[in-house]
């Protein structure tokens, strides 16, 4: 189904490995992303968690 987004461990695991990795060249250390936001792995589970149960395609 278009539109719609597991949050199954590895697609969470890729795009925090990808956050960190975008974040490198920018010169931010994964150790500011986690201090500043908490879990950039949580955070990312719960923002697809959110879109999938806000009733948006």
Same mark, same amino acid.
């Given at each position: ?7 199954? %461990?590895?697609?969470?695991? #890729?795009? &925090? &490995?990808?956050? %960190?990795?975008?974040?490198? $060249?920018?010169?931010?250390?994964? /150790? /500011?992303?986690?201090?500043?936001? !908490?879990?950039?792995? #949580? ?6 968690? !959110?879109? #999938?149960?806000? !009733?948006? $395609?």
């Amino acid at each position: 189904m278009r539109g719609n987004v597991s949050a199954d %461990f590895v697609s969470v695991a #890729e795009l &925090t &490995t990808k956050l %960190f990795a975008d974040a490198r $060249p920018a010169g931010i250390a994964e /150790e /500011e992303i986690e201090v500043e936001g !908490g879990s950039a792995y #949580e955070a990312i589970q719960a923002a697809i968690v !959110g879109s #999938e149960h806000s !009733g948006k $395609p």
